[in-house]
T-cell receptor, first 112, second 114 residues
Framework: QKEVEQDPGPLSVPEGAIVSLNCTYSNSAFQYFMWYRQYSRKGPELLMYTYSSGNKEDGRFTAQVDKSSKYISLFIRDSQPSDSATYLCAMSGNSGNTPLVFGKGTRLSVIA | AAGVIQSPRHLIKEKRETATLKCYPIPRHDTVYWYQQGPGQDPQFLISFYEKMQSDKGSIPDRFSAQQFSDYHSELNMSSLELGDSALYFC?????????????FGPGTRLTVT
């Protein structure tokens, strides 16, 4: 079983929809939680990061972390065709700058 | 803002050849990470460096080696290349001691081994 599980999709939604992306994890040492967006053949682009449990909002994006359930979410409001990409959750522990452990990524298509 | 720079962007090599990938981190960043992403896969951590010293080691084959130089750029050296080494290789950089653990990724080097 992978440390981080993420539904690979693909997920297809109409423009303007609210998108919910999720990951579960098994390692209770994870303290830092990130969401990256990756367009085809490009490098992952950092969207959001959260430390420990809680919510964080940035424009149309909201990240939630529930450490008690080992569950993290990314919500995208008013989705746009330009949001079409693969979304990767990633997490790391608390000692120094530890490597990231990624989920497999969810491929999202927003249809105009 | 300056981003992570990787070169070359594309590389085609034959089996058993060697390859060198270069990474230039964001200015002031002191930590460099290397990840390998196979087709349809998530990035897998290979190795990282902090202040020119190896910091963490992941699933890096013995055929690969890496180092970080005094100007903080890093090179990933790959020898005896195999077909299975064909992948996207990403470098990421971060600043140790930064409250967050944000790692910023470069555009990647696409390595094709034929």
């Amino acid at each position: 079983q992978k440390e981080v599980e993420q539904d690979p999709g693909p997920l297809s939604v109409p423009e303007g929809a609210i998108v919910s992306l999720n990951c579960t994890y098994s390692n209770s040492a994870f303290q830092y939680f990130m969401w990256y967006r990756q367009y085809s053949r490009k490098g992952p682009e950092l969207l959001m990061y959260t430390y420990s449990s809680g919510n964080k909002e940035d424009g149309r994006f909201t990240a939630q972390v529930d450490k008690s359930s080992k569950y993290i979410s990314l919500f995208i409001r008013d989705s746009q065709p330009s949001d079409s990409a693969t979304y990767l959750c990633a997490m790391s522990g608390n000692s120094g700058n530890t490597p990231l452990v990624f989920g497999k990524g969810t491929r999202l298509s927003v249809i105009a | 803002a300056a981003g992570v720079i990787q070169s070359p962007r594309h590389l085609i090599k034959e089996k058993r050849e060697t390859a060198t990938l270069k990474c230039y981190p964001i200015p002031r960043h002191d930590t460099v990470y290397w990840y390998q992403q196979g087709p349809g896969q998530d990035p897998q951590f290979l190795i990282s460096f902090y202040e020119k010293m190896q910091s963490d080691k992941g699933s890096i084959p013995d055929r690969f080696s890496a180092q970080q130089f005094s100007d903080y750029h890093s090179e990933l050296n790959m020898s005896s290349l195999e077909l299975g080494d064909s992948a996207l290789y990403f470098c990421a950089s971060s600043l140790r001691g930064q409250v967050g653990r944000e790692q910023y990724f470069g555009p990647g080097t696409r390595l094709t081994v034929t």
